[in-house]
Structure formats: C-alpha cells, structure tokens
C-alpha cells in the first residue's frame, strides 16, 4: 500500500524566502506525482504534474522535482509572497490509478 | 472552460439523516472521484467512478454509496448520518488514464449535528 509523507508539517517564513517542501512515497512504481494548494476550507488547485518518466517541471516561481529511484519529491518556491500561505499537498498515483495524498505541508509567509 | 463543480456549497443535516452530494466533472472527463477531509486529517479516498460504473472503493462502511450518470455527472450519498461524518467531500474529475492529472472541485461542507 502507498504511504505518502509531507515534511515539514507547518512551516512559516517571512516573505522572500526561498522554500523547499518535501514529499516522499514508499511505493516507486508511480504514474505520476501532482502537487496542488489547499486554502483553508475550500478546494485543491493544481499547481505542477509530473509523469514518471520526468524528472522535473516548472511554473513561474515553482519549480517540482521527481526522483523515483528514492521515492521522493521536492517543491521549490522561489521569494514567496504572502499569498502563498496554504496548504500544500502533493498526490502520488500508480497502477491503480486513484491518487493518494500526504497530510501536507501548511505554510503561511508573514509580510 | 468550465472546471468541477459541486453542489450544494454547505449541507446541514441531523444525525440518522440522509445526505446527497452532487458533482460536475470537466468535459470529457470521464471518471469521477470522491474524497472525504475531516478536520486535522488528510484527504481520505471514498469512491471512484469510470464510464458510470464502480472501479474502486476506500475504507468505508457501505453507508456511503454514489452513482455515476450517462452524462458522466457523479451523486454521492451517505445513509444513516453519523456525526463523524462531519468534513469536507472533494470531487475529482480524470481523463482515462490521468495523463492530464486530475482536477479538483471546491468541495461540499456536511456538518452533522
């Protein structure tokens, strides 16, 4: 069974800072890795998607790695603001197609 | 375009009840999920619905049952409220195969009181 694991769980920064938010699975054999922000209450927003077979993707100040081989992930945000407070999760999805999240990372970016 | 959309935005209902919950995938997208989110804990997969049949379940006691239509539109419902059914219910729409990744509604809050 997929465990997938966020770390830190709580993170907060004053703005500019880069930041570096991680995501390890235990299962490797992955279809691909989606990273999405949560604001509180409402609904996820995809931010970056990864296939298997990359090893990295970009997004104006975001930047997701993949590394298969040892099960992990990183999310890269470059001088935050402080409208990147949320919660940041990210999905690993497999064979069985139905993606598994982590508890996820809460960030809050203090002027 | 328009994305997942899910109704209603806040549901209220009393212990024993019965509550549905509505969803719009994106078009063309074909396979429907559902994810519970209690408070403090992570997403939790209920359901998943492909071409209007079951293809998978969570960890959940058959009170929690749903439906896919033709028009690939999803209903879940939740029989005999309890009130730690009490969270937020994600929808999730897919392309066969989730090589586009998959696309989150804005969620119905069930409070059960």
């Known amino acids: 069974k997929q465990e997938v694991t966020q770390i830190p769980a709580a993170l907060s920064v004053p703005e500019g800072e880069n930041l570096v938010l991680n995501c390890s699975f235990t299962?490797?054999?992955?279809?691909?890795l989606q990273w999405f922000r949560q604001d509180p209450g409402k609904g996820l927003t995809s931010l970056l998607l990864?296939?298997?077979?990359?090893r990295e993707q970009t997004s104006g100040r975001l930047n997701a790695s993949l590394d298969k081989s040892s099960g992990r992930s990183t999310l890269y945000i470059a001088a935050s603001q402080p409208g990147d407070s949320a919660t940041y999760l990210c999905?690993?999805?497999?064979?069985?197609?139905?993606?598994?999240f982590g508890r996820g990372t809460s960030l809050i970016v203090h002027p | 375009e328009a994305g997942v959309t899910q109704s209603p935005t806040h549901l209220i209902k009393t212990r024993g009840q019965q509550a549905t919950l509505r969803c719009s995938p994106i078009?063309?997208?074909?396979?429907v999920y559902w994810y519970q989110q209690a408070l403090g804990l992570g997403l939790q997969f209920l359901l998943w619905?492909?071409?209007?049949?079951?293809?998978n379940r969570g960890n959940f006691p058959p009170r929690f049952s749903g439906r896919q239509f033709p028009n690939y539109s999803s209903e879940l419902n939740v029989n005999a409220l309890e009130l730690e059914d009490s969270a937020l219910y994600l929808c999730?729409?897919?392309?066969?195969?989730?090589?586009?990744?998959?696309?989150f509604g804005s969620g119905t809050r069930l409070t059960v009181v």
């Open positions: 999730a729409s897919s392309l066969e195969g989730a090589d586009y990744g998959y696309t």
């Open positions: 299962d490797s054999a992955i279809y691909n």
């Open positions: 990864i296939q298997s077979s990359q």
């Open positions: 999905a690993v999805v497999g064979g069985s197609y139905i993606p598994t």
């Open positions: 078009s063309g997208h074909t396979s």
């Open positions: 619905y492909d071409e209007g049949e079951e293809r």
